[in-house]
Structure formats: structure tokens, C-alpha cells
């Protein structure tokens, strides 16, 4: 399979110099809204060592001359959209886990060319011409080469088959996705800083060195990404809206709107059977200034109570200033209500006496500290997600699970979702996929954008 990347590296960057013409070429970081902290550098600033995360005043003492921007989502999640859009015109099956990243299927599609870099450069002008934004774009053997490559382009390149490792040998190994520091310290101790030097390791020693859950580091050093191409499925998500005739000025009148907002959030979770595992508050004042503000939700709830207290927190942390002219909360990504049940099995072999010892043991502790000290039942937050070998289907679908050192076959993939948080506070990237195993047990796996699997919970 060939595989073409489109990319658009540091996307909001562009967009705000595309928004802002006179701000090219400047020392630029973008802040989040709500904690003016740094999310995105230009390229002089990352050499002085901006990372994201440094405050606004740590940035300011090191880089006394940095233009700073409150960072609008809004539009560059608009000019994403643009780009995948104008892709379209190449292909509908387009995957994109980050913004300003794309990936499509070229095998069938470089025919139609002269060549695959003839190709590559009619992408790269058809998307510029429609955004006037400096796209770049590769096409290799895999995903992580191609992505590689468009990094480099200047506008278009092939790599040729069979050459991907070679391609990557002198890249510094800080290009493969989120490598751990432990692994890059490591490696450096014994003189391996390049992604060349790591391929010419053997498998098994990097392995035994570092673990298997890191072993794909390796595998994509030496131009081996198995990763198929997986076209963006939206998580399931309930948003609710108002649009206010007259901008509300008054905190308790944009609370008990916001209210009446959470209470049919509330019942259209209840029609869908779902659960909301996190809440988003957005809003725009009348000055068309969006503001947004979100929270997880442990344990996941669909109840209106809870949803109206957590709204009124959001907008307690908004604080709004200027009159609200709308509002949207935003309930993901969601869970079917029985994945939220845990049944702990305390005594596994039930008898008479377990029953009579288990009472009495009830009733004295009743009598020494109060009728409250016993609960019937009691939430119990889900466990933290565990890694595990995942064997895929040519179709990106996982076949076969490995769990305690025995292999499940998948009997069937019932659901399939992904999960994007927002690109600038932490982003989350993965596929998740609700399972069925041949013991009978339905699993949550979710695969993260570097590849490696995880179980999040099961359903009993």
C-alpha cells in the first residue's frame, strides 16, 4: 500500500499569520484562553527552549521581545476543515488524528499521474490554491515515513519503495511519536541518537532492553509501520444549544438559563442510553468572542443534577465579563450506561455460614459506629486502563487479543470510535473498539496514536 500525508505543520500558527500578515517571521506563542499558558512557538522561540506548558511570565523573562496570542480554536479547527474538504477532491477516506495532518490511500490514485511525486505536487498546489496555506505533502510505503517526509518536503516527495529506512536513518530519533525520555537517555548512553542506529540494533535485544510495550519504536525506525489507515470516525456526542434573543449580562440569568440547558442534555442522554464521561461549556458573547471550559466526569453520569452543577462550575471558571449571546454544552465521549457497572465478587463461594458470619459482621459494625458506616452499594471508579498485545485484521480492526498469557480470537468488533480531546490541553488521540472475546466477555480496547493498545474496562 502507498500512502500520502498531507501536512500543515503548525497549523494555528499559520492560521494566525494568514488572519495577521504583518505577524510573520515574529517571535509568536500561543496561549490557552483560560490559564495564559504557552500551547504552540515559533520555531525561534523552541530554539531558546519555549516548550509547551511554560507560563506566560517564565516565556516573557527568557524571550523579552514574544508577541503572545490568546490562542482561538474556532478558527483553526475551520481551517483544518478546509484543508480535509479540499483533500476530498483526491479521495473521500481520509484519516486525520491531529490537526493539520492528513493521510489517504494513494495506491490506485498515483496511477492516474505520472509519477508518485507528480501526484504529491498536485495535491500540495490544489490545496494551496484553495486555502493559501503552505501545505507540504509525501507519499511512502507507510504512515510514519510518509509523515516524515511531508515534514521535509518542499512542496512534494516520494520516498520509493522498499527505501523507507534509509529515508529515516539520519533522522534524531526525538521524530518518533512521543518516544519515553527513559528510552532516549538510555539510548544515548550507548551512542544511538539517530533512527538509523536504533534499526541496526537487533529486535530481541531492544526488546529485552526496553520492553515489549516499546518495541514498535524499533519496528518504525527501520520503516516498518503496520498501522493501517483508519478514516476519522466522530465519537458519539450530544451537544445542546441556545442562542439567546438578548445577551444576558447577569450571572443568575446566563445560570439558570445554562440550567434549563443541562436539564435536556440530561434527557436526551437518558433517550440514547448513554453516559457522558466529560462536559464542555462554550460560549460567545456579543462581541462573537467564544469561550470554552471542560471537565471529565468520574464516574460517567447522565444524571440532571450532576450535569447542572458541573455546567454552573464551568461558568463559574468562565467568569463571564460581556454579555453571553449563545451557549452549547457538549456531553463526550460517551459511554452505553451498563459499561459504568462493576460488579465486585467478594465471596466467590456462597454457604450459610459466609451469610450468617457476614451479618453478624454487618451488625456489630452498625452497633460500634452507626447505622451510616454500612452503604448497600457504592460507585466504584473504573480501574486504569492496561496495556496488551493486539493483533489487527488487514482493516485496522483488532482479530486477536492477548491477556495473561493466553490469545482470545475477536469474535466481533461492535462498536468503533475515536476519541480527539482538545489539541491544546494535553490532547488524547485513540481509536477505541467495544469487543466480544470467544470466553464471552465484551472488552473497551482503545489503541493510542503511537499504536500501542490498552484495555479500558469490561462490561460483566
Not at 53 to 76: I, M, N, W
Not at 187 to 208: C, D, K, S, W, Y
Not at 352 to 366: D, E, F, G, P, V
Request: charged fraction near 15%; glycine fraction near 4%.
Amino acid at each position: 500500500m502507498r500512502i500520502l500525508c498531507l501536512m500543515l505543520a503548525h497549523l494555528p500558527l499559520q492560521v494566525e499569520i494568514q488572519r495577521n500578515p504583518l505577524l510573520a517571521g515574529e517571535p509568536l506563542a500561543l496561549l490557552r484562553p483560560w490559564d495564559q499558558r504557552v500551547i504552540m512557538a515559533a520555531l525561534p522561540l523552541r530554539t531558546a527552549g519555549v516548550r509547551p506548558g511554560d507560563s506566560r511570565k517564565s516565556v516573557k523573562q527568557r524571550c523579552p521581545h514574544t508577541r503572545f496570542l490568546l490562542a482561538s480554536e474556532a478558527h483553526y479547527q475551520q481551517a483544518h476543515q478546509y484543508l480535509e474538504n479540499a483533500l476530498r477532491m483526491f479521495s473521500t477516506h481520509i484519516e486525520s488524528n491531529e490537526m493539520g495532518k492528513f493521510f489517504i490511500e494513494a495506491t490506485v490514485l498515483a496511477r492516474t499521474f505520472k509519477s508518485e511525486t507528480a501526484l504529491a505536487k498536485a495535491v500540495t498546489k490544489h490545496i494551496r490554491s484553495a486555502t493559501q496555506l503552505p501545505a507540504t505533502a509525501s507519499i511512502s510505503g507507510d504512515k510514519f515515513t510518509a509523515y516524515c517526509a511531508a515534514l521535509q518536503a518542499n512542496p512534494a516527495c516520494a520516498i520509493p519503495e522498499g527505501k523507507e529506512a534509509s529515508f529515516l536513518a539520519d533522522l534524531p530519533l526525538t521524530a518518533l511519536p512521543d518516544p519515553p525520555p527513559e528510552m532516549l537517555c538510555r539510548l544515548h548512553l550507548f551512542g544511538i541518537n539517530t533512527m538509523g542506529e536504533l534499526a541496526r540494533l537487533p529486535h530481541q535485544a531492544v526488546v529485552n532492553q526496553f520492553g515489549r510495550g516499546i518495541a514498535h519504536f524499533h519496528d518504525l525506525a527501520q520503516g516498518r509501520d503496520t498501522r493501517p489507515l483508519q478514516p476519522y470516525v466522530p465519537p458519539p456526542v450530544v451537544m445542546c444549544n441556545q442562542t439567546l434573543l438578548d445577551p444576558l449580562d447577569e450571572f443568575l440569568a446566563a445560570e439558570n438559563s445554562l440550567q434549563q440547558l443541562a436539564e435536556h442534555l440530561a434527557k436526551l442522554l437518558e433517550q440514547k442510553g448513554y453516559q457522558a464521561t466529560a462536559l464542555a461549556l462554550g460560549t460567545t458573547d456579543e462581541n462573537d468572542q467564544e469561550h470554552h471550559q471542560g471537565v471529565s466526569l468520574k464516574p460517567p453520569t447522565a444524571e440532571k443534577s450532576r450535569l447542572q452543577r458541573t455546567a454552573i462550575h464551568l461558568l463559574n471558571k468562565l467568569n463571564p465579563q460581556i454579555p453571553i449571546s449563545t451557549l452549547q454544552l457538549t456531553a463526550y465521549p460517551l459511554q452505553q450506561w451498563q459499561q459504568n457497572t462493576t460488579q465486585m465478587h467478594f465471596f466467590q463461594q456462597r454457604s450459610i455460614h459466609t451469610t450468617k458470619r457476614l451479618k453478624q459482621a454487618l451488625s456489630s459494625l452498625q452497633q460500634r459506629f452507626g447505622n451510616n458506616v454500612i452503604q448497600r452499594a457504592s460507585a466504584i471508579e473504573s480501574p486504569e486502563p492496561s496495556p496488551v498485545q493486539v493483533s489487527c485484521a488487514p482493516n485496522g480492526n483488532p482479530a486477536t487479543l492477548r491477556l495473561h498469557e493466553h490469545s482470545y480470537p475477536i469474535e466481533c468488533v461492535h462498536q468503533h470510535w475515536r476519541v480527539q480531546h482538545h489539541w491544546w490541553a494535553q490532547p488524547i488521540q485513540r481509536d477505541y473498539f467495544q469487543v466480544s472475546i470467544t470466553d464471552g466477555r465484551v472488552l473497551n480496547l482503545f489503541c493510542e496514536s503511537t499504536g500501542t493498545w490498552f484495555i479500558d474496562h469490561a462490561i460483566h
